[in-house]
């Protein structure tokens, strides 16, 4: 998840890499919110499917939907190929639940786990 504009209160939702490799290339995605409607954590949105699975889409921010990553309409690739820049899934203006990570914390979270993976392994091989 990314602001859109940091001045704003928008944020770009999307997948992170480990979800786009079991998911698969993205077949469709289909929204049952509108533009401008209310939207709230935790609501079903719409689904999405790829060639390996198929799920569910929620929201994870309480606000106002702003609409679809227009990109997947002629690159739906772009959710695999580049998911933390040009394949956001949705926009929505609001704030986000506590515990949702921007692309930068969700880096940093990564980060600290391998290195703990790395500690952790370091230390049994001695």
């Not at 935790?42 to 939907?65: H, N, P, T, W």
């Amino acid at each position: 998840m990314a602001p859109e504009n940091k001045s704003e209160t928008i944020w770009r939702v999307g997948f992170t890499k480990f979800a786009t490799r079991m998911l698969g290339e993205l077949v469709e995605m289909v929204l049952d919110v509108t533009q401008q409607q209310s939207v709230a954590s935790g609501q079903r949105i719409g689904s999405i499917e790829g060639f390996k699975a198929a799920s569910d889409l929620y929201c994870v921010m309480k606000g106002r939907f702003v609409g679809s990553n227009p990109t997947l309409l002629s690159e739906a690739c772009v959710t695999r190929s580049d998911p933390y820049v040009e394949g956001w899934l949705y926009a929505v203006e609001g704030i986000p639940e506590e515990g949702n990570l921007d692309v930068h914390g969700y880096i940093e979270l990564l980060t600290q786990t391998i290195e703990r993976l790395h500690s952790k392994r370091s230390e049994s091989v001695e």
